[in-house]
């Protein structure tokens, strides 16, 4: 009861875009699947490449099939746009080929009114046009202000009164939303979120570049997708075995390490659980520099800030 609709159009008649098909197709393909080949999003994409007919996706066609996508129960439905955006002083648009002044596509409070509206659980809006950063506004209301049902998510590739850029034959944005998906923005459990996507989109573009937006008003944090985890799942259960108490060091000794002559096999196993855990940063050694040396001197190691937030999971069952 996942849906996803990937919306993308290059074959404008008074503008054409060179890479929004690509974005729509590159992420229709991605969300189908999660990295280790289950299924996750049923996709379905609306596209318009250049050199084919100017009346795939019209504002009926368009409005059409986000209703279609938003109208019936679902854990969560995804919509994603790229193509041209435009303003005028009512709100902002998602420009489709059959434009004409005054009636530029889709506007932006409609599709904020379906997700609103819509009996899915969770909504994600994903939108890579020009002038983004009007989803979700009311212009009604205050230009600035945002209003979203429990469960709706928005990441725009810009604020309302900025371009979105293409480079490299797709959206910047997509592109960056491609690379969190693709496991750049997925957390220990291998789950990628949207405030995960949100952070990795917003870290790599600088203060003179467009600047996304999020808008969100949930009550959960739910996986988009899900990506091999850098560590086994089955270690981080085991951390209050190893750490009964989160505040204290865990005691080494040379017996730990496998070059050891005088190595204890069972002691080995437990170090390298611990060396694992080090290398995602929730254990560091203590007083050394690294694990090897810290055994070899018999000192310690502990578990660090994250590597309590871990222990927390494991010890509630969350995990």
Not at 72 to 92: P, Q
Not at 271 to 293: C, D, G, I, T, W
Request: glycine share 8%.
């Amino acid at each position: 009861m996942r849906r996803a609709l990937c919306v993308g159009v290059d074959n404008y008649p008074f503008g054409a875009l060179h890479g929004c098909v690509s974005d729509a197709e590159r992420l229709a393909l991605l969300l189908s699947k999660h990295q280790d080949g289950t299924p996750n999003f049923d996709c379905k994409k609306l596209v318009a490449p250049q050199g084919g007919a100017t009346d795939i996706v019209t504002r009926a066609k368009l409005k059409q099939a986000v209703e279609h996508l938003l109208k019936d129960r679902a854990e969560v439905v995804l919509l994603h746009f790229s193509g041209h955006g435009t303003e005028n002083n009512l709100g902002g648009y998602l420009v489709t080929q059959d434009a004409k002044s005054y009636d530029d596509g889709l506007a932006m409070s409609d599709v904020l009114k379906m997700a609103n509206d819509s009996k899915a659980d969770e909504v994600v809006v994903l939108l890579d046009c020009c002038h983004s950063g009007h989803m979700g506004q009311i212009p009604a209301i205050n230009n600035n202000a945002a209003l979203l049902r429990e469960g709706v998510s928005i990441i725009t590739a810009s604020r309302g009164d900025q371009p979105s850029v293409e480079v490299g034959g797709g959206g910047l944005f997509t592109s960056l939303v491609l690379d969190a998906l693709e496991g750049g923005a997925a957390d220990l459990l291998g789950h990628v979120t949207i405030p995960a996507i949100y952070a990795k989109v917003e870290a790599a573009l600088g203060a003179w570049d467009q600047r996304p937006l999020l808008k969100s008003h949930v009550s959960k944090v739910i996986a988009i997708r899900k990506c091999e985890p850098p560590i086994s799942i089955a270690i981080l259960r085991e951390l209050p075995v190893l750490f009964p108490l989160p505040a204290e060091d865990f005691p080494l000794a040379p017996e730990y390490e496998d070059s050891y002559q005088g190595k204890d096999e069972s002691k080995v196993a437990v170090f390298s659980k611990l060396q694992q855990l080090n290398r995602v940063h929730l254990v560091v050694p203590v007083q050394a520099k690294h694990m090897y040396e810290a055994a070899m001197q018999s000192k310690g190691c502990r578990l660090t800030a994250a590597g309590r937030y871990y222990w927390r999971l494991a010890k509630n069952d969350r995990l």
